[in-house]
């Protein structure tokens, strides 16, 4: 394993809204890692705040859509008085491959507001390897 | 013309300028610690005798944190730790892992007994009274 080096804050990206929205509050992208095994997609989202309870996933056969929302009651009384980043909800959107996977057998699990998606590759996507002669 | 009424969807909002408004703000000016390091914090006074410092380190395990108190002094310091197996092939890397370790003093003085500290959902909660001695008194004239 390479050596750990030093963390450097990461600034969050607020999303370009294209559309008119109803609610005017600003919204992030989450931080996102996607790796590929010869069985499935791994899509792992970094969304602090948020609890499995508040995370809406919804995939279509070519989209795959991510919304995780934080809970804002707890700042009600509280008064900023020095900041070093913002807060808001979370949203994501990514392409998928029509046909790739098997929708049914998507599972999810979100530990310390980290977002963890396993996309299993239906049969007729797994790679299959090319013998040499 | 607007009544100017509380709606909550805009509540958000106007959090959200406020939280920009105090960015960097010089609250911190005089003491050692900077900016830019990891974990990034907020700091928000609750009344007027609380102080509560929301940090975030999204993938960091309870068991990976290590919190320290000394006097006005806060140290921070643990791993982050992002790990897909050998055999993943990368489509996007965006997340960052590794150690940290953060010291940030701040410019009252608190009290270490009743400091409290949650960690959930990767946000880490401390609620840090301020000490006694540092709140203001009264003096009556006679």
């Known amino acids: ?133 | 013309m607007a009544l100017g009424f509380a709606d909550p969807f805009d509540a958000l909002f106007r959090f959200q300028r406020a939280l920009d408004q105090q960015r960097d703000s010089d609250w911190l000016e005089d003491m050692t610690g900077g900016t830019g390091a990891f974990p990034p914090i907020n700091i928000f006074q609750r009344g007027s005798d609380d102080y509560l410092a929301i940090i975030e380190m999204p993938g960091v395990s309870k068991e990976d944190l290590n919190l320290q108190v000394r006097g006005n002094s806060i140290r921070i310091s643990g791993r982050k730790i992002v790990d897909y197996g050998g055999k993943a092939s990368i489509h996007r890397r965006e997340r960052v892992a590794g150690d940290f370790d953060r010291t940030i003093s701040l410019p009252v003085e608190l009290d270490p007994n009743r400091i409290e500290a949650e960690y959930r959902n990767g946000m880490l909660s401390l609620t840090l009274p301020r000490a006694e001695s540092d709140k203001p008194k009264s003096i009556k004239v006679t």
């Open chain 1, 1 to 133: 394993m390479a050596p750990a080096q030093e963390l450097e804050v990461q600034q969050k990206r607020e999303i370009e809204k294209k559309d008119e929205e109803t609610i005017p509050a600003r919204a992030f992208l989450p931080n996102t890692d996607i790796s590929e095994t010869e069985e499935a997609l791994t899509v792992v989202m970094e969304m602090p705040g948020v609890d499995s309870d508040h995370v809406d996933i919804t995939v279509e056969d070519d989209a795959l859509l991510v919304s995780g929302r934080i809970d804002f009651s707890k700042y009600e009384k509280l008064q900023p008085i020095y900041t070093e980043y913002n807060i808001g909800h979370y949203r994501r959107s990514f392409s998928l491959t029509p046909g790739s996977f098997d929708e049914h057998k998507i599972s999810a699990e979100v530990k310390d507001g980290v977002l963890r998606l396993t996309l299993p590759k239906a049969e007729r996507m797994k790679p299959r390897r090319i013998p040499l002669k």
